[in-house]
C-alpha cells in the first residue's frame, strides 16, 4: 500500500481523496489550513488529518504528495516534496508564472522520483483513443485545429468569486482555470503551441473581473488552431474538430465520443464509450499515477508538458494585455 498525503482538501482535493480511496492501492491522509474543512472533510472520509503540511510531515514520510492548493503555491509545494522523497502529482495549472520552474526541476530530478500533473482530459478514454487514432496517421498530417468549449461556470462552481478563481494572481481567470486544460490537450495531441494571439474579456459572471470569455488565435508548429470559451453558456460543452490532409477527427468531450470522417465519406463515424461519471475519470487519473510511481506505463501530462502549457497561460495573458501576437521559442 502506498501512502498518500492530499495537502488542500479544498474541491478537487476531496475528489483526490475520494478517488485515491477508491483506488484501493493506498492509505490516504490529508491536511488542510482551514480546520473545519479539514474536520469536515477526514471525518466524512475516514481519512487521517493534519493541520499543516509541516505537522503531516513531521509525523511521517509519505510516498506521494497529491498537491490540491491554488496554483500559485503548487512549485513552492512541489520542492518541499522533493526534499521529503515523494512522488508529486500537481494539480493545473503548474503555475501562475515562470518563476521557480528551473529550482523545481532541479528538485525533481535530484529527488528521482515520479511527477505528474493532473491534466486529467489524459485520462478521458475518448481523448486517449482519438490521440492514438491520429498517431497511426490514417488520416494524414494535422493541418488545422479547432476549440468551441464552455459551461456554465457558476452552476459547476457557486463559489467562485471567493476562490482562487477570481484572481489572475492566484490561478484565476479563463485562461489560466479552465482553457489550461483543453489547450494541453490540444498539445498533447498534435504538439506544442509555438504562437498565440489572445483576445479575452469579462463579459458576464457576476462578481469577479477576470475574464470569462476567451478567444485565441495560435499556431501549433505548422498547424494552424482556434479556440473559443465562455464560461457563463448555458451548454456544458467541448468539440474539438482536428482536419488532416486526408480527413478529420471530432472529439464531443461532453458526449464521451470521438469520430472520423475520410475524404469521400459524407457522415462521422462515431465511436462511443460506455458512460462515466466524472469520479470514474479521477480514480482512473489515481491509478494512473500509482502506476507511475510503480515504473509502469502512465499516460499523466509529464512537468515538461505542463511546463509548456503553463508558456500558453501567459502568453494568452500578456497577448490579451497587450493586444499583440506573442512568439513561443
Ligand atoms: N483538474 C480539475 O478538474 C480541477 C478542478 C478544480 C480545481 N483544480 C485545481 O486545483 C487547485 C485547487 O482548486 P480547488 O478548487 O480545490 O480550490 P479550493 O479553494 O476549493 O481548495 C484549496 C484548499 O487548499 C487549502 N490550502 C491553501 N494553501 C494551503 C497550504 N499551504 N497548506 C494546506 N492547505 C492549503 C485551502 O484552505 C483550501 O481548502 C487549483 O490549482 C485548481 O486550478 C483542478
Keep these: 500500500m502506498h501512502s498518500i498525503l492530499i495537502i488542500g482538501c479544498g474541491s478537487i482535493g476531496e475528489r483526490h481523496l475520494r478517488c485515491f480511496q477508491q483506488s484501493g492501492r493506498c492509505t490516504v491522509s490529508v491536511c488542510d489550513a482551514n480546520a473545519k474543512l479539514l474536520g469536515e472533510v477526514s471525518q466524512r472520509y475516514n481519512a487521517t488529518a493534519y493541520a499543516s503540511l509541516s505537522e503531516a510531515v513531521q509525523a511521517q514520510h509519505f ?8 496554483a500559485h503555491t503548487h512549485l513552492t509545494i512541489a520542492r518541499e516534496g522533493a526534499a521529503h522523497g515523494a512522488a508529486l502529482l500537481i494539480e493545473k495549472p503548474l503555475s501562475v508564472t515562470l518563476d521557480g520552474i528551473e529550482e523545481t526541476r ?3 530530478t535530484s529527488s528521482d522520483r515520479f511527477v505528474a500533473i493532473a491534466y486529467v482530459y489524459h ?3 475518448w481523448i486517449i483513443a482519438a490521440r492514438e487514432f491520429l498517431q497511426t496517421g490514417a488520416l494524414g498530417k494535422p493541418l488545422h485545429a479547432s ?3 464552455g459551461q456554465h461556470f457558476p452552476t459547476f462552481r457557486p463559489a467562485y468569486r471567493d476562490i482562487y478563481y477570481a484572481r489572475h494572481e492566484t490561478g484565476g481567470g479563463a485562461i489560466q482555470d479552465a482553457l489550461t486544460h483543453i489547450v494541453n490537450a490540444m498539445e498533447w495531441m498534435i504538439g506544442p503551441t509555438t504562437r498565440v494571439f489572445c483576445d479575452a474579456s469579462h463579459q458576464h459572471l457576476e462578481g469577479v473581473t477576470v475574464e470569462d470569455t476567451v478567444n ?3 499556431r501549433h508548429g505548422t498547424v494552424l488552431a482556434s479556440y473559443a470559451m465562455t464560461q457563463f453558456q448555458a451548454a456544458n460543452e467541448a468539440i474539438f474538430e482536428i482536419h488532416c490532409e486526408h480527413g478529420s477527427q471530432k472529439i464531443e468531450s461532453h458526449a464521451q465520443r470521438w469520430a472520423t470522417m475520410k475524404h469521400g465519406e459524407t457522415a462521422w463515424t462515431w465511436h462511443t464509450t460506455p458512460p462515466l461519471e466524472r469520479d470514474d475519470l479521477f480514480i482512473a487519473q489515481a491509478n494512473s499515477f500509482l502506476d507511475g510511481m510503480e515504473g509502469k506505463p502512465c499516460n499523466l501530462s509529464t512537468f515538461e508538458e505542463a ?3 503553463l508558456r500558453f497561460n501567459r502568453a494568452a495573458l500578456d497577448s490579451a494585455a497587450t493586444g499583440l501576437p506573442i512568439t513561443l521559442s
Design 307 to 309: 511546463v509548456q502549457t
Design 63 to 70: 510516498d506521494a504528495w497529491v498537491i490540491c492548493t491554488p
Design 216 to 218: 485565441v488565435t495560435a
Design 147 to 149: 476549440v468551441v468549449a
Design 106 to 108: 532541479t528538485a525533481i
Design 123 to 125: 485520462c478521458f478514454p
